[in-house]
């Protein structure tokens, strides 16, 4: 991360975005990705590598405008060898550098393998790879994520598709304070006032997918991710005033009318 004199930006694998709103495309149709972009302003979209390699359903990459970065992820892994092999096709198909690391043994709760993770995120950094780890938010795996080579951790906020909302917020406001790398709040996030709330925390971006593509009016919802997202960050880099813990104290003098 790092500001300029004249804007917020994100910094993220050597590019700046000037958006922290980043699109998971798992449910995806034209609708969400245009809402996305449109509205959202999204500058990041992920993709799972195998819907850019079938000739018998359509193809994602031809609805994602070119002038938005790929995130290919590496949806199906489970283990870290599995992981490595498709985030090495994903660059031989074209999409870059960037990837997202996924791997899940778990077909109930579709929790993340922190250990798989940190053993990919090591090889595939060192192979030039921008790595992006989707974890569970534990603050020892996030630091091996880092000596690793992670560019960014990616906790969840709650379960996949669950739309709970912030269900780790303690682990990930430790993480934030923590761990010097951005993180990007991942899964869980159904609420607009739920990624302003994480992003006062800190946080660095949110990905969102499921909270807006089962929407009633998906470019509707897609506008009001953005604007909770820049009103969390405006927040954030104002400096959120003190919480008093007993007690109360006036904003007006308590002067005059209390006098017999």
Same mark, same amino acid.
């Given at each position: ?20 709103? !980043?699109?998971? *495309? ?22 799972? %590598? ?12 031809d ?6 970065t790929?995130?290919?992820?590496? *949806?199906?892994a ?7 092999? !498709?985030a ?18 778990d ?10 993770t ?37 906790? &969840?906020?709650?379960?996949?598709? *669950?739309?709970?909302? &912030? ?14 790398l951005?993180?990007i ?12 709330? %994480? ?9 969102a997918?499921?909270? !807006? ?13 953005r604007?909770? !997202?820049?009103a969390?960050? *405006? ?26």
């Amino acid at each position: 991360m790092e500001k300029t004199a004249l804007r917020d930006v994100f910094i993220l694998g050597g590019k700046a975005f000037s958006s922290r709103f !980043i699109l998971g *495309s798992g449910k995806y149709s034209m609708e969400l990705i245009r809402a996305a972009v449109e509205q959202a302003g999204a500058e990041i979209i992920t993709l799972a %590598v195998r819907r850019t390699n079938t000739k018998e359903s359509e193809n994602i990459l031809d609805y994602i405008p070119e002038d938005v970065t790929l995130l290919p992820n590496t *949806s199906g892994a489970r283990n870290a060898e599995e992981a490595i092999r !498709i985030a090495r096709m994903s660059r031989e198909l074209g999409c870059g550098d960037f990837v997202k690391i996924e791997i899940m043994r778990d077909s109930k709760y579709l929790l993340p393998d922190n250990q798989e993770t940190v053993r990919a995120t090591e090889i595939l950094a060192k192979e030039g790879f921008v790595v992006l780890p989707y974890m569970y938010p534990d603050l020892y795996t996030a630091r091996d994520l880092a000596n690793a080579g992670a560019s960014a951790v990616m906790p &969840l906020a709650a379960p996949i598709g *669950s739309n709970k909302g &912030l269900a780790t917020k303690e682990f990930l406001q430790i993480l934030i304070d923590e761990v010097d790398l951005p993180v990007i709040v991942d899964a869980g996030i159904g609420r607009p006032s739920q990624a302003c709330e %994480v992003m006062e925390m800190g946080a660095a971006a949110v990905m969102a997918n499921t909270a !807006i593509a089962t929407a009633g009016d998906i470019p509707a919802m897609a506008l009001a991710f953005r604007k909770a !997202i820049e009103a969390g960050r *405006s927040a954030y880099l104002a400096g959120l005033g003190r919480v008093l813990e007993r007690g109360a104290s006036a904003s007006d003098p308590l002067t005059g009318f209390l006098r017999d």
